[in-house]
């Protein structure tokens, strides 16, 4: 039977309300005046096994057949159907108006004036075991009893209310126009709430609730019916038939019911001989399963994966391979799963127990393939993922619970709407619909930030209702000082003669080895009033960078990144610095984590000004850090890329050689490294930040030769690496300031 974890009710034995039929209008006085057998198309085909009634849900198990029954909606049912193992025709029981049917797993079925088993008064036995036999009609409403368990074709087990409004059970037999009862003792006279299980031998196991009417526990226990008393009893968390949403079982070994938390849902079995109780996980509480005993032999499992059989001996674990969405106990110790095997396709498969005792599958009905409805099971997206650490991917994947389908996937940043869209098609194998993200939208880098992730899977044929989930990702990468989009990318800006400055963001990881740029996009006009503009990295405290941009006049303003790309409006953060030709910013130079600006003036000193952190005095007082600095025509912040105790800096002399200095950690430098000649050729060299994820800062250099690409190699001596690379390509000489 099924576990619903949603609040569905199933009842202990198959139940549900059923629809009015011809034969079941209008108002009905009796069950057994309502009732008829038919016969049902077997519909077999040249085999010897039966075939189990296509698009029919599993309702019970007999011991020389099985029942199924058919589905009207979500909360009702038609007739009942009766299937034998041995051929002869599947037989058909019509239903009456408002009542409904309970199984036991022998080969009679009740059909009562309720649609809940223990709420029934007036019932029928129908014994599939002899089809023509007539049914046998109990009034049990005339004893004030109701239906607990069916013991024989003319027997059943009653809880009688008493005078006193207690309980008592008793064997209510009708044999011919006679009926008699016989008590059962041992039962709590403050019992409520009875219901059964499956008959084995002479046994049956009820569930009930006991104890004050403020404080009511929950209880099973045997009843030997040929004794006439319980025999045993057993504790349970919850109260009797509040306790509804899995069945009671139990073996020659063991006895077993249903128990659930918050999150996973768990068999409770008790050894008969020792009492000793164990707890076997299903799995998530949200999930159905099935379960039965077989011997001392737990079965279970759900219809995405193959049943398993745990001893509860001695804990082994077998996989039957079935897999199965539906079972049922029979009455003689055995129980049948609904699904496929991977020997013999799909059927109906009966699971008993071997001459050693272990867990023997036999296939007993043909059936059509069994589908579940369409889930999505299980999602595989993570809360957070930083693309730099997992190589600029995040696998995202959803399982479903069957493959014949499609699911759709967009994913959308919270922040701006960009979009990305995919369909992913079946797998070759199993039901998990996955790819891998690589943080792309439209050909760019992704920015950083919230992203929805949803989930629509539908079926290849167009049936049936989609299914959804949505969940929230939140990608990051490292910090990058050049990415004024805040997608992880260096974005390097450009102005052209007319004072245009624009802007490329570049791909945040080689292309085939190759640094390529993503997208050019216009930032604005008017920029040609400006001597020198500097990227200095994050200097107002914001998450991306900012630049720096000084007048003819001496005015340093400061243009704060706003994350899309573009920039806040300027503020003006000092006066004076006209004194300076050249500036170079971006590299922590001091080692406390913020960016900070160095400044040659004409006489050939260089100044060290501290980043505050603070956007409206982002530098501090200057620092004089010396002089002959008036040999050099080019100083470019690169970042810590020989592993130094902080940020370096290259300079280029009037002869075009380079040399690096090396951050001491305090604002100052080291002893100067000669790292290259012909750098001369370049007009600008930018600091760039890290182009290809190594996690070292690399340089770009721009000329009208070309561009070219420096990657870090982490060696004073050999820092830099030359690549091609498509940026400015054919541009050589259109900007006049590369930042």
Do not use: C
Not at 11 to 34: K, N, Q, R, S, Y
Not at 416 to 423: S, V
Not at 594 to 606: E, F, H, K, N, P
């Amino acid at each position: 039977m099924q576990f619903r974890s949603t609040g569905s009710r199933l009842a202990t034995a198959v139940t549900a309300v059923l629809a009015v039929t011809a034969l079941g209008a209008g108002t009905l006085a009796t069950a057994p005046a309502a009732l008829a057998t038919t016969s049902a198309s077997s519909g077999q085909a040249d085999t010897t096994l039966p075939v189990y009634p296509e698009g029919s849900s599993l309702a019970g198990a007999g011991t020389s057949g099985f029942f199924t029954y058919d589905y009207v909606d979500a909360d009702s049912i038609t007739d009942l159907v009766w299937t034998p193992y041995h051929g002869g025709a599947s037989k058909r029981l019509r239903h009456p108006k408002d009542g409904g049917y309970a199984l036991a797993g022998n080969d009679v079925a009740v059909v009562g004036d309720d649609s809940w088993p223990d709420a029934m008064q007036s019932i029928t036995l129908w014994n599939m075991a002899d089809p023509a036999a007539p049914g046998v009609d109990i009034d049990l409403g005339a004893l004030n009893g109701t239906y607990v368990a069916v013991l024989s074709p003319t027997s059943v087990l009653a809880d009688i209310r008493k005078a006193d409004d207690t309980s008592e059970l008793r064997v209510v037999t009708k044999d011919g126009a006679t009926t008699t009862t016989r008590k059962i003792t041992g039962l709590p006279a403050d019992a409520t709430e009875i219901s059964g299980s499956t008959v084995l031998g002479s046994s049956v196991l009820v569930r009930y609730a006991a104890g004050p009417p403020d404080a009511r526990t929950g209880h099973r226990a045997l009843v030997d019916v040929a004794a006439g008393t319980m025999t045993e009893t057993y504790s349970s968390a919850k109260a009797g038939y509040n306790n509804d949403s899995g069945h009671l079982t139990f073996s020659a070994s063991h006895v077993a019911w249903l128990d659930q938390d918050d999150t996973e849902a768990y068999v409770t079995s008790v050894d008969r001989k020792t009492g000793e109780e164990k707890k076997t996980v299903l799995g998530d509480s949200f999930h159905e399963w099935y379960y039965e005993l077989v011997g001392d032999w737990l079965v279970y499992g759900a219809y995405w994966a193959p049943a398993k059989a745990v001893s509860l001996t001695s804990g082994e674990t077998r996989v039957l391979d079935v897999t199965a969405s539906e079972s049922a106990p029979s009455a003689d110790g055995s129980a049948v799963l609904r699904g496929s095997h991977d020997a013999d396709g799909d059927g109906l498969f009966r699971v008993a127990a071997d001459a050693d005792g272990t867990p023997m599958v036999t296939k007993v009905a043909e059936t059509g393939q069994v589908m579940p409805p369409l889930e999505i099971e299980q999602l595989h997206v993570p809360d957070a993922v930083n693309l730099d650490k997992t190589g600029g991917k995040v696998t995202l994947g959803w399982t479903l619970s069957r493959a014949d389908a499609v699911v759709d996937v967009t994913l959308t940043h919270t922040a701006t709407g960009k979009e990305f869209k995919k369909r992913l098609a079946a797998p070759a194998s199993g039901t998990l619909f996955s790819f891998d993200w690589d943080g792309v939208i439209a050909g760019v880098d992704a920015p950083n930030g919230t992203y929805g992730v949803e989930a629509e899977a539908t079926l290849l044929d167009g049936t049936g209702e989609p299914a959804y989930q949505g969940w929230l990702m939140n990608i990051t990468r490292t910090y990058n000082p050049h990415d004024y989009t805040n997608n992880g990318s260096t974005d390097v800006l450009a102005r052209d003669a007319a004072g245009v400055l624009w802007r490329d963001d570049l791909r945040d990881r080689p292309d085939y080895g190759q640094v390529k740029p993503a997208q050019r996009t216009k930032i604005g006009p008017g920029w040609q009033t400006y001597k020198q503009i500097e990227a200095v990295g994050n200097v107002g405290g914001g998450a991306v960078g900012d630049l720096i941009a000084v007048e003819g006049s001496g005015v340093q303003w400061l243009y704060l990144g706003k994350g899309d790309g573009t920039f806040a409006t300027r503020v003006q953060v000092g006066t004076g610095w006209q004194i300076y030709n050249k500036l170079a910013g971006g590299s922590d130079l001091d080692g406390d984590g913020r960016s900070d600006l160095v400044a040659t003036d004409s006489a050939g000193v260089l100044w060290f000004y501290k980043g505050t952190g603070d956007y409206k005095k982002p530098f501090a007082p200057r620092v004089k850090v010396g002089g002959g600095w008036q040999v050099y025509n080019q100083l470019t912040a690169v970042g810590n890329i020989a592993g130094s105790a902080a940020g370096d800096m290259v300079a280029r002399d009037t002869g075009g050689v380079l040399w690096l200095y090396q951050g001491n950690g305090s604002g100052g430098f080291s002893t100067r490294v000669k790292i290259g000649a012909g750098w001369g050729a370049f007009s600008q060299l930018v600091g760039a930040g890290d182009l290809d994820n190594d996690g070292r800062p690399d340089l770009i250099a721009y000329g009208a030769g070309g561009t070219s690409v420096y990657r870090s190699t982490g060696y004073a001596t050999v820092p830099f690496s030359r690549q091609s690379t498509s940026l400015y390509a054919g541009e050589g000489t259109k900007f006049n300031s590369v930042i």
